[in-house]
């Protein structure tokens, strides 16, 4: 497990599966939504929404555990409502003494918005509840452009314009682009780049020139497409 002493102030520097001493809690980070849970032993499915929390009976008797999370308790408990996207496994073991066990700890979130839960782990003929605030960051592809149209005023025949169109990746996930339709524009268009992948909160410059070949009035579409990178 990987520890943070403080979470950094700028939003482009993002914290995954690490304690963060500060707050208290372990941070899955931003975490694509809609993923199914089902393909949890999946290797790449655990690689990115598991963590392992390493549980160790350090008494002097074996101890009987069961985990939970906190949601998942009644009110009266101290539970919480509405849906929680953690999932623990095992949910209970026998630890010998000295004994430790990797506890894996999943998330799938569904919603783009913060998830909190706690890891409560209870110990037989033991009163007292051991706790571990988790949280994270449900995510969905989101990139923005900073002109809907691009215009470009009346050329002389031969000459040549420029304009620059910038992409912003606006969420917490890595995200592939690519421009449709460039490929039908007419020859006095060119468009560079046309794909490409923007890291979390970066910005990309796309060089649109225009070329006056001939005296004629055109009018032209291309499309943004926008996906994850898993």
């Known amino acids: 497990m990987s520890i943070k002493k403080s979470r950094p102030v700028e939003k482009e520097v993002l914290i995954t599966k690490s ?23 999946e290797p790449q499915i655990q690689q990115v929404n598991s963590s392992i929390f390493q549980i160790t009976n350090s008494g002097k008797y074996p101890v009987e555990a ?5 949601s998942t308790l009644s009110v ?11 999932m623990i496994e095992p949910s209970e073991a ?4 000295d004994e430790t066990l990797q506890l894996r700890v999943f998330s799938f979130p569904d919603e783009a918005k913060l998830f909190k839960d706690e890891v409560v782990i209870l110990v037989k003929d033991n009163p007292h509840a051991h706790a571990l605030p ?11 452009v900073s002109h809907d149209t691009v215009v470009f005023e009346r050329a002389l025949l031969g000459n040549t314009r420029e304009k620059k169109l910038t992409l912003t990746n606006t969420c917490p996930l890595k995200v592939n682009w690519r421009l449709l339709k460039v490929d039908t524009l007419p020859e006095e268009f060119c468009v560079k780049p046309t794909s490409g992948t923007l890291n979390p909160f970066e910005e990309k410059n796309i060089d649109i020139t225009f070329k006056s070949i001939s005296q004629k009035k055109l009018l032209e579409n291309i499309v943004l497409e926008v996906e994850d990178v898993e």
Do not use: Y
């Open 66 to 70: 069961q985990f939970v999370l906190k």
């Open 134 to 144: 988790i949280q994270c960051l449900g995510a969905k592809p989101s990139v923005s």
């Open 19 to 41: 304690f963060v001493m500060t707050e208290n809690l372990f941070e899955f980070g931003p975490l694509l939504i809609k993923k199914d849970p089902e393909r949890r032993n």
């Open 94 to 97: 026998t630890l010998a003494i």
């Open 76 to 86: 009266e408990e101290g539970g919480q409502e509405g849906k929680s996207p953690f």
